[in-house]
């Protein structure tokens, strides 16, 4: 039996790791649409958090205590640069900056964003193609208490997520156009799985890119989504706060609200059963599992279940 075609929307950690969990079965041909909504400059070069978070853990080159960045990584550059007064508070390790000074070269020469990430991934010995939504530049703005508009790093990074937020935007958006890479994938799918990601801030940016929503939806696959949520806590990041602030349930209730136009089914931790019949009248048909990926076993085994349920006899899976 040939492969079969997944496509995976992801951002950050959690988008990572499920990445990683479906890259270890050699019957999946693997299709991941990152986040670039992150994406912003530092010291003049273009840097891409989550497209280069998820090319670093598929070629097993991540650094896994803090999940993202280089393993055995320096920061003498970066020590450099504050000693002559720039602000280093987006810690950049000197391997790293390596990949952004390439990055910035071949855009700056007129390079398609999609083909770099690309070729960097292949560079990287990465099988799976990992695949940008948009070519044009989408970048996320939160609006706090105070009524300053920072960008998604100057609020995860410099800020540390302490600012209360009001109001998430995302510039560009409305002129932005879809990679056909993307719409191919979408369209070509056996299966479609949105990640454990932030819905906010990482999935959101993937979906408004006009024309990728609407490719998903018209989409024959199944669409599975997994929460990012066990007990109302997200293990990494601040979409339990984001969503709180936001007057959203901060919970896997509220990713089956989030994606019930979207996802055929939802799995969910045990920890959350008992949450089961409010999101099944939400839309999307919820699945008990162990969500939480700790190590490569954890990510191969939730990728496994996800695919049993996407293309295993009606019967089985009962």
């Given amino acids: 039996m040939s492969p079969r075609k997944v496509c995976l929307l992801a951002g950050g950690v959690g988008g990572a790791k499920m990445a990683e969990g479906l890259a270890a079965h050699d019957d999946v041909a693997l299709s991941v649409i990152g986040n670039v909504a992150d994406d912003d400059s530092f010291h003049g070069l273009w840097v891409s958090p989550d497209i280069d978070t998820l090319t670093y853990s598929l070629a097993g080159r991540i650094d896994r205590a803090q999940g993202w960045g280089v393993a055995d990584e320096g920061h003498r550059a970066l020590e450099t640069l504050d000693l002559l007064g720039a602000e280093t508070w987006m810690s950049l390790g000197d391997r790293d900056f390596g990949l952004h000074i390439h990055r910035t070269m071949r855009r700056g020469r007129g390079d398609r964003p999609s083909d770099i990430a690309r070729d960097v991934a292949r560079a990287f010995g990465v099988k799976p193609a990992i695949l940008l939504p948009t070519d044009d530049v989408v970048q996320t703005r939160l609006r706090t208490t105070d009524g300053r508009w920072l960008s998604f790093q100057e609020y995860f990074v410099r800020e540390r997520c ?123 048909a919820p699945q008990c599992s162990d969500i939480l990926m700790k190590t490569q076993a954890d990510k191969a085994r939730l990728a496994r279940e996800i695919l049993d349920l996407a293309f295993a006899p009606v019967e089985a899976v009962a």
């Fill in 162 to 284: 302490a600012p209360e937020i009001r109001e998430i935007a995302f510039s560009g958006m409305d002129m932005a156009r879809p990679t056909p890479e993307a719409l191919t994938a979408i369209a070509g799918a056996d299966l479609i799985v949105i990640a454990p990601s932030n819905p906010l801030v990482s999935i959101a940016p993937i979906l408004g890119i006009p024309g990728i929503g609407e490719a998903l939806r018209a989409a024959d696959a199944p669409k599975i989504a997994v929460s990012p949520f066990i007990a109302g806590k997200v293990v990494k990041g601040p979409a339990d706060r984001m969503m709180a602030a936001l007057g959203l349930r901060a919970d896997a209730l509220g990713v089956a609200r989030r994606y019930r136009a979207l996802a055929d089914r939802l799995v969910i931790d045990h920890a959350d059963a008992a949450l089961g019949a409010e999101i099944a009248a939400e839309g999307p």
